[in-house]
């Protein structure tokens, strides 16, 4: 699996942290995000994808 | 937009502080943007479709300014998303800005940090309700614990003093005032004065808070308006009052009015808990109108061309119920496959507090399940009183453990 974020256009929101916080943080000088593991491992796919889709500016992009 | 004869007049009816108008249904299947009369007697678009609200709040055609706000149409005679504002030419800046500078305090990280702190204060609520209100085995939630926990939350993020608690209280509720005519505008003035006070007082010593980091921010950045710095900490003490509150009550009356909700709880506090905060988020529905915006040009969507600076009234209650996105959509379901809602927004707007917000609503309802598990309603749904503002809720929460 691959995951690509969009400093661009993160607002800060969090929400990835919540559903993979092995995979997404929040950098402490702006809260935006930061990619703690642009690989995971497969079995992480639904949490991933999740975070993906609660995103609230569509700034995380997952492919297999 | 079809004549005003056709036009519906918000708010729409509902029949308890749980559910909504039956005619969000009809509305969501047959005019998902509909023509309507605000409150405040004016022109605005009302949007009830998850699919449309989601799509109009990520939509950077809309905003919350105008370019005349003297001739936009004005929502309610609340205080508060009552109309435009901030500056039609610069408000995708100023609010990049905005959010910048507030994000890394409201991170989840930063949150989760708090959540030890939450609990204890949660604990000694729960302690003194149970102890002052001994003798009768009934006490009101609302006071004892729904109100006090995030209001002490905001207080020590901003930096405000407790003890001036009761006057900020009274400024959000009659700011959010939808029966009180003029008042409203008139709290707002008095709680703008009030954080004028408050800024001034902490300029000679700044310390680790929100409103230290603003006022320095402000101090460094000459395009960081002054009127606007106070304004948003107003706006913060605000949320931090009318968002969270309003929710326990709501997510504790979704729990108590079905055995069945609750005993699930009780029964799994840690494991339970999550899905259920999530659950309230999306039936919760508090005020009976939605998220204010102003169209930047002309839009064609849903069968209706939107005119540059018209209003839309963005239901976020009515898309987390739209059937066509979740099954048995009135359902009170923490088990249901559907994870995403609207209720902390969508978008560039989206919730600042949310995790905040979270973090709170999981330690009160896994302390409460923990530590009240016999805990009903002292009171039917029906005759609590419901608060007369745009936010909503419950103005007592009678819930007795015997």
């Known amino acids: 699996m691959k995951v690509v974020v969009d400093q661009g256009k993160c607002v800060g929101a969090g929400q990835c942290v919540l ?20 690989s995971p491992p497969a079995e992480r796919l639904a949490d991933v994808r999740h975070a993906a889709a609660v995103c609230p500016a569509s700034a995380i992009a997952v492919s297999e | 937009m079809s ?11 509902r ?26 007697g004016d022109p605005a678009w009302l949007v009830t479709r998850y699919e449309e609200v989601r799509l109009l709040l990520g939509d950077k055609r809309f905003g919350r300014s105008h370019p005349e706000p003297e001739k936009a149409s004005r929502i309610s005679t609340a205080a508060v998303q009552d109309g435009p504002t901030g500056e039609y030419a610069t408000e995708e800046a100023d609010h ?137 900490c107003v706006g913060l003490l605000f949320a931090g009052h009318e968002t969270t509150v309003n929710r326990i009550g709501l997510g504790v009356l979704f729990l108590l009015t079905d055995r069945s ?11 339970r808990v999550d899905a259920v905060v999530e659950e309230v988020m999306r039936l919760g529905a508090p005020g009976d109108l939605g998220l204010l915006r102003y169209a ?33 959509a009135e359902e009170f379901n923490p088990d249901r496959p559907e994870r995403t809602h609207l209720g902390f ?36 749904l029906d005759s609590l009183q419901v608060r007369a503002t745009l936010t909503g809720g419950v103005a007592e929460l009678p819930i007795t453990w015997r």
């Open chain 2, 3 to 13: 004549i005003d004869a056709e036009r519906l007049k918000l708010p729409l009816a």
């Open chain 2, 296 to 328: 930047r040009e002309d839009v064609d969507i849903a069968g209706v061309t939107i005119k540059a600076g018209d209003a839309l009234v963005l239901s976020t209650n009515a898309a987390n119920r739209d059937a066509s996105v979740y099954s048995e």
């Open chain 2, 96 to 232: 990049t800005r905005m959010r910048r500078l507030l994000t890394p305090a409201f991170s989840a990280k930063r949150m989760r940090m708090l959540g030890d702190n939450m609990e204890e204060l949660v604990d000694a609520c729960i302690d003194q309700l149970i102890a002052e209100h001994s003798s009768t085995g009934v006490a009101d939630l609302h006071h004892g614990l729904a109100f006090p926990l995030p209001v002490a939350m905001i207080c020590r993020l901003l930096g405000v003093p407790e003890e001036d608690n009761e006057k900020f209280a009274s400024l959000s509720e009659r700011m959010a005032g939808t029966e009180i005519g003029e008042e409203a505008h008139q709290a707002r003035e008095e709680f703008f004065r009030y954080m004028v006070g408050l800024v001034e007082s902490k300029r000679g010593a700044l310390g680790e808070d929100v409103i230290s980091d603003l006022v320095r921010a402000q101090s460094e950045d000459p395009s960081f308006d002054y009127v606007e710095m106070v304004r948003l």
């Open chain 2, 261 to 271: 909700r609750w005993d699930a709880l009780v029964a799994d506090p840690d494991g």
């Open chain 2, 15 to 40: 029949p308890n502080v749980l559910d909504l108008a039956p005619l969000y249904e009809v509305l969501r299947r047959e005019a998902p943007i509909a023509p309507v009369t605000t409150p405040a």
């Open chain 1, 19 to 38: 559903a993979a916080d092995d995979v997404f943080d929040q950098r402490d000088d702006d809260g935006l995000v930061d990619l703690l593991d642009a």
């Open chain 2, 345 to 380: 927004g969508h978008g560039a707007h989206f919730c600042i507090g949310a995790s905040l917000a979270r973090t709170e609503l999981r330690v009160v309802f896994a302390a409460l399940a923990k530590r009240l598990p016999s805990m009903r309603l002292a009171k039917d």
